[in-house]
T-cell receptor, first 114, second 117 residues
Framework: DAKTTQPTSMDCAEGRAANLPCNHS???????VYWYRQIHSQGPQYIIH???NNETNEMASLIITEDRKSSTLILPHATLRDTAVYYC???????????????FGKGTLLTVNP | GAVVSQHPSWVICKSGTSVKIECRSL??????MFWYRQFPKQSLMLMAT?????????EQGVEKDKFLINHASLTLSTLTVTSAHPEDSSFYIC?????????????FGEGSRLTVL
């Protein structure tokens, strides 16, 4: 998997938008950008993924730059329950097998403050 | 989303004993499951890839004879930590992707915290 670079930590005020950046300058043409988060002592939770177009779901929005070398995960109205480590991962979309695996970096610890 | 369940969620055992952790996909079939280990304040580290009906593929540095993986059905994979020692104390997490679901996301269990005394 291509490497990603994320800030170690970020803070956000409750109710405000949280914008989490990720650099993936060596991403390949067939690799998607996935975002997961891990709340303390729980398993990771899938958030969103995208290839080149911006994506939005009930949890977040994903903005991918035109050159695909970076992306931003946006939590529009952060709550205290959004405090977690957020992982940005790039991976090719395959039909299955060992290529399905996700390789986790260190992620960004987002702390939402009241 | 799809649900992956692990059992037990936590276990304490004596050094030298073996511990089995189960990972089940509750509402989908999973040809492939993955086992991760996470030490305090560290990221998840992939241990092995579990393939239904065949031998697991282990990551470099992971002892296959110590961490036995069985994937006998499309909804169940088990990880057995044999002759556990205190250094095996960790948070073990499994994940699975839905067979035939071409969206690429993996679903993770709640994790199993192992403490070896």
């Amino acid at each position: 998997d291509a490497k990603t670079t994320q800030p170690t930590s970020m803070d956000c005020a409750e109710g405000r938008a949280a914008n989490l950046p990720c650099n993936h300058s060596t991403i390949s043409g067939n690799e998607y950008v996935y975002w997961y988060r891990q709340i303390h002592s729980q398993g990771p939770q899938y958030i969103i993924h995208g290839l080149k177009n911006n994506e939005t779901n009930e949890m977040a929005s994903l903005i991918i730059t035109e050159d695909r070398k970076s992306s931003t995960l946006i939590l529009p109205h952060a709550t205290l329950r959004d405090t977690a480590v957020y992982y940005c991962i790039v991976r090719a979309l395959n039909s299955g097998g060992s290529n399905y695996k996700l390789t986790f970096g260190k992620g960004t610890l987002l702390t939402v403050n009241p | 989303g799809a649900v992956v369940s692990q059992h037990p969620s936590w276990v304490i055992c004596k050094s030298g004993t073996s511990v089995k952790i189960e990972c089940r996909s509750l509402d989908f079939q999973a040809t492939t499951m993955f086992w991760y280990r996470q030490f305090p304040k560290q990221s998840l580290m992939l241990m092995a890839t579990s393939n239904e009906g065949s031998k697991a593929t282990y990551e470099q540095g992971v002892e296959k004879d110590k961490f036995l993986i069985n994937h006998a059905s499309l909804t169940l994979s088990t990880l057995t930590v044999t002759s556990a020692h205190p250094e095996d104390s960790s948070f073990y997490i499994c994940s699975a992707g839905a067979s035939g679901r071409n969206t690429g996301e993996l679903f993770f269990g709640e994790g199993s915290r192992l403490t070896v005394l």
